[in-house]
């Protein structure tokens, strides 16, 4: 049972466009949401997160969506660059407060950003 | 920074042989957990771990045990691994903190094959 769903595997978007990397989940205990960012050979770094009581968070080029009625998320990135060329996990967590919740992590989708 | 270090990048075993993957944070967290990717799947967790000599199941726990003897080390055993266990393994850390959740810091990831 997939509680977060990236119904995208792939995506390819030009150099300097928008790119939009969609995740939906099912749980609606669900209370705080985070972005990484993988590229080959490493490990997930952290990119940005949102709590259920907003709606928007905003980062330079990064800004994270949540519509929690339709529990749904984005990520958007404006303008994309190549080196934005990487997997990216939405993750999921119950808690805001504490930490020792474990995160469930999407399928990941795999952003190609070609000039 | 918070540092998570895996042992090994690469690792060739072969099919029947106990493995030991090692990981060792370097910023006194008490949360650790050992995930596996694989492509289409995501990020599964395998085994956690909220103190020392605790250990939880997580979602695939089947064919790994986990060992905890001091805070800053979490090894991961496939006690007879088999080629369903090549993967990539990753190992990520996190202190629970009330006054915000960063997600978790993940080493870089030790790239299994089993032969």
């Known amino acids: 049972d997939q509680q977060v769903k990236q119904n995208s595997p792939s995506l390819s978007v030009q150099e300097g466009r928008i790119s939009i990397l969609n995740c939906d989940y099912t749980?609606?205990?669900?209370?705080?949401f985070l972005w990484y960012k993988k590229y080959p050979a490493e490990g997930p770094t952290f990119l940005i997160s949102?709590?259920?009581?907003?709606d928007k968070n905003e980062d330079g080029r990064f800004t994270v969506f949540l519509n929690k009625s339709a529990k749904h998320l984005s990520l958007h990135i404006v303008p994309s660059q190549p080196g934005d060329s990487a997997v990216y996990f939405c993750?999921?967590?119950?808690?805001?407060?504490?930490?020792?919740?474990?995160?469930?992590f999407g399928t990941g989708t795999r952003l190609q950003v070609f000039p | 920074d918070v540092k998570v270090t895996q042992s090994s990048r690469y690792l060739v075993k072969r099919t029947g042989e106990k493995v030991f993957l090692e990981c060792v944070q370097d910023?006194?967290?008490?949360?650790m957990f050992w995930y596996r990717q694989d492509p289409g799947l995501g990020l599964r967790l395998i085994y956690f771990?909220?103190?020392?000599?605790?250990?939880e199941k997580g979602d695939i726990p089947e064919g790994y045990s986990v060992s905890r003897e001091k805070k800053e080390r979490f090894s991961l055993i496939l006690e007879s691994a088999s080629t369903n266990q090549t993967s990539m393994y990753l190992c990520?850390?996190?202190?629970?903190?009330?006054?915000?959740?960063?997600?978790?810091?993940f080493g870089s990831g030790t790239r299994l094959t089993v032969v």
């Open positions: 993750a999921a967590s119950p808690s805001t407060l504490y930490n020792t919740d474990k995160l469930i």
């Open positions: 749980n609606s205990m669900f209370d705080y």
């Open positions: 949102i709590s259920s009581i907003k």
């Open positions: 910023m006194d967290h008490e949360n």
């Open positions: 771990s909220y103190d020392v000599k605790m250990k």
């Open positions: 990520a850390s996190v202190r629970p903190d009330a006054t915000g959740n960063y997600g978790y810091t």
